[in-house]
């Protein structure tokens, strides 16, 4: 039997006076960008949002134009997952970042 994950995220940023800021966000296994599973009957786009707003408190704006999916498999309890993402190119509409606890 295989298992089958789906996370969608996006490579947030934000515009300085001079500057083009880039989030990323420190977990359990280093650095990465915001992203989380989807749920079940959630599309990529909703799923992105969510997790981008729970694990930064950002509101964005997706840029319609890029989309890419990476795929990787790993073990859990034994077991071999096969995980799908999906990232998005998002723009922050400001830079107050509120951590959830899961990175702060």
Do not use: C, N, Q
Request: hydrophobic content about 40%.
């Amino acid at each position: 039997m295989r298992f089958y994950e789906r996370s969608a995220g996006a490579v947030v940023y934000a515009v300085d006076s001079r500057d083009v800021l880039y989030l990323l966000l420190h977990g359990r296994y280093g650095w990465d960008f915001p992203h989380g599973l989807v749920h079940l009957h959630e599309t990529d786009v909703a799923a992105a949002l969510r997790e981008i707003l729970e694990e930064t408190g950002l509101k964005v704006e997706l840029i319609p134009s890029f989309k890419e999916e990476i795929r990787y498999k790993y073990s859990k309890k034994g077991r071999t997952i096969y995980r799908e993402v999906v990232y998005f190119l998002a723009r922050a509409r400001d830079k107050s970042v509120t951590l959830s606890k899961e990175h702060g």
